[in-house]
Every structure is written in C-alpha cells, then in structure tokens.
C-alpha cells in the first residue's frame, strides 16, 4: 500500500469517528430537549438522506477536481453542521448538513483507491478500509458515550470553570475539533493524477446520467446481486445500530453510555471479520461469501434470550465478525465492477444512492414502530424474518444468474481490465 493510502485512512478514520460520535452526542441532546424517543433513529434518516438526494450530483463533483481537494470541502461543511447545533440548530436538521458532507465525501473517500490501486489490491484495501470504519465506528460511539456524560461534564467544569455548556452541548464542541482534524488530512492527499471527462453541470442531465449508470448498475449479471446485497446490509447495519442501543438499555439495564460501548464488541467482531476476508478472499473468490449472508440475519434471534453482559459480549462479535466477513468482498467486487462499467465517482455514487436509501427505510420502519410502541422484541423478530427471507432470495438470484448467465465469469473479467 502507498503513503497515500495510509493518509486516506487516517483521514476516513478521524471523520468517521466525529460521525458516529456525533450520533450519540445528538441522541442526548434530543434527551436534555426531552424529545420523543421515536424521534432517535429519524437523527440517522436525516443524515441519510442527503445521500439519496445529492446521488446524481456527487459523483460528477467527486469526478470534477482532485478528490484530496473535494475530501477536504466536504469535511468543512461537516465542521459546520456540527458547529451550529451549539447555536440553538434542531439535533436533526444540523445533522443533516453534516450528511450533506457525508454524502459528499464518499465517492471521493471510495473512489480515490480505484485510482490509486491495482484491482488485486482492492479486496486488502476494502479490508484496510473497512477496518478503518469499524474501529472509528467502536471509538466514536464510546467516544459520544463518554463525552456526553455527566461524569466527563462535571470534571470538565472542575478544571475548566469557564464552561457553561451542557454535557451534550460540550461534547459535540469537542467533536467538531475531530473533524476539523480530518480536514487538515485531506488537505496532503496527494492528487492521483486521474483525469475523466467533462462533467455535466446542469441538473437535468446530472440527473439523465445518473439514472443511467443506475441502469447500468442494476442491469449487470454481477453488478446487481453484490448491489442488492450491499444495499440490504448497509440499512440492516443502519437500524440494528438503534436496536442493540434500546436491547442493551431495556434488556440489560445499560444507560446510554454504557449502551453505546456496548457496540464496540459489534464493531470488534466486524474489525476481525474485515481483516479476515482482506487476508483469505481473493476478487476471484469474492462471490463465495454469498450464503454467509442469511447467517448474520439468523444470529441476531439470540438477542431474545440473552440477559447477561458476559453472555452478550461473545455474541456481538460472533454477529459483526460474520458481517465484516461478508461485506468486505462484496463490497471490493461491486466497486470494480462500478469502476468498470461507469467510474469511480459515479459508480460509488450510484452505490450510496440505493445504501442510503435502503438506510432511510429501515430507519422509518423502526421509528414507526417506535412511535406506535411495538415491543423491541417483536421489532427484533420482524428485523430477522425481513433479512434472511431477503438474503435466501438473493443467494438464489446469484446461483440463477450463474447459471443461465455465467455472472462468475464477469470476475475473471475484473482481473483481465486490469492486467490490460
């Protein structure tokens, strides 16, 4: 891997890590307003929606200048979505401009290692990548735990009198300084050097060409099965985040901080399930994990029964290590092919676009069922059904397009581009 690479990473770790901490420093925030509690999971929608939104216009901007240089804009306003809501902002429309970074920032985040590497190298880098995310995903969220409690306030006021911020208020001060951090990385980001063609500038053929390349996305014998996948999985990701923070604090007892540790496991178990699929799938192979998948909907039935920490600490990581096992390939092999048939900006744009909207959703699901006060384990029940019925279709869409379509050859093409 180049320097650059490494830079990247740092810089995707520390944003991302202001990301997940932000979520929970604005989930007691909404706490401190005395807000609905069905009002938690839409903070996520609101972020995600900018994704949705901005898909046909992202990717020609990530394609449009050096994506060193577009990291760094998009963590600014990301600075500023976090900085406002110290002005008296709404929790979920000041997140939401930090989505519109978010959004932003991703096909320049995924985009640039398409450039930067070769297509062997994509699999290890994912791994790198995604490994990067979980473990920003397990600092952040303790990290929003730990900043937004009383604890942390009260000693802060002890050594630093002057201030008069609320807990949740101080601890998304302290965020923006994380992203403030990632944005100086953004700026030595090396330009890779890769020119495309003139973008479009005018919405209505922003808009042309990206429902284009979703065509184009969907319609291909690989492209569709690891895009229905991923999309599937990112808005399970997504809603589970929510159901392991309301099963640790109803089923265990857990405060909101100690709720959001303990997502961390999640996140270790997903970091050694990444790392393994870095080291052990080849691109060749990556079609291989397909039936991994209804696994991960069926291990998370046992969260029913579990009511002991020690019990629940082994499942976590059982549960996010099958996920990070599965995700890493899948996701390696949908960005070539996206890099392929469209380009880096583009084809990760169109990838975010169905993620998100996938995200959005589940995350509607699970505030209605919040607000009309469905019990959490008829929700968790509902959730497993959902993912492993739709993961046994997915399977048999593969193998049905292996057959009469020989989709597995289409990999053997990955490697051919980029040998030419």
Known sequence: MTRAFYIILAAQFFSSLADNALLIASIALLREMLADRSQEPLLKAFFTVSYVLLAPFVGAFADSRPKGNVMFITNTIKVIGCAIMLFGIHPMLAYAVVGLGAAAYSPAKYGIITELLPAEKLVAANGWM????????????????????????????????????SPATT????????????????????????????QAHTPWKLIKDFWQCNLILWRD???????????????????????????????????????????AFVGVGSTIGALLAARFVAMRRATSVIPVGMFIGISLISLLWIRSVWMAFPLMIGIGALAGFFIVPMNAMLQHRGYVLLSAGHSIAVQNFNENLSILLMLSVYAGLKYFHVPLHTSIVFFVVLITLLMYLFYRWYLYNKVHYNADKLIEEIAHHDHT
């Not at 303790?142 to 306030?153: C, D, E, K, N, Q």
């Not at 992203?179 to 063609?197: C, K």
């Not at 099963?247 to 265990?252: C, G, M, V, Y």
């Open 130 to 165: 995604e490994a990067a995310t979980i473990l920003s995903i397990i600092f952040g969220t303790v990290l929003g735990g730990f900043l937004s409690s009383s604890f942390t306030h009260n000693w802060l006021i002890n050594t630093l009198p002057f201030i008069t911020l």
């Open 171 to 198: 601890a998304i001060a302290i965020i923006c300084g994380v992203y403030a951090f990632a944005a100086l990385l953004n700026r030595i980001i090396p330009d890779t050097g890769v020119i495309y063609g003139k």
């Open 221 to 263: 014998k690989l492209g569709q099965i690891s895009l229905a996948i991923t999309t599937l999985l990112w808005g399970v990701a997504a809603v589970m985040q929510f159901i392991i923070l309301d099963w640790a604090q109803t089923d265990l007892g857990k405060t909101l901080e100690q709720a959001s540790a303990m997502q």
